[in-house]
């Protein structure tokens, strides 16, 4: 297992609790720089999550309305 970013860490997605999730070496190889609507779209993963419950595949979904309420990284130049 990995830990992948929802908001992708190259969009200022942050390593916090809320941005993070469990995913196996291969999907997020996979994913990549795919933004997470687009991956749950992806025929990758749509082949891969016929293996997971209806509740999960829903749980999958509804943690795109959460992305807006992520706070991205804010880059600081410095001197």
Request: hydrophobic content about 30%; aromatic content about 6%; some cysteine.
């Amino acid at each position: 297992m990995t830990v992948d970013h929802l908001v992708l860490w190259e969009d200022g997605g942050p390593s916090i609790e809320e941005n993070l999730l469990a995913a196996c070496r291969k999907c997020n190889k996979k994913r990549g720089s795919i933004s997470y609507p687009d991956w749950l779209n992806h025929p990758y993963y749509k082949t891969v999550s016929e293996g997971l419950t209806p509740e999960v595949r829903q749980l999958n979904i509804e943690l795109v309305d959460t992305l807006d309420s992520i706070p991205l990284r804010v880059h600081k130049k410095s001197r």
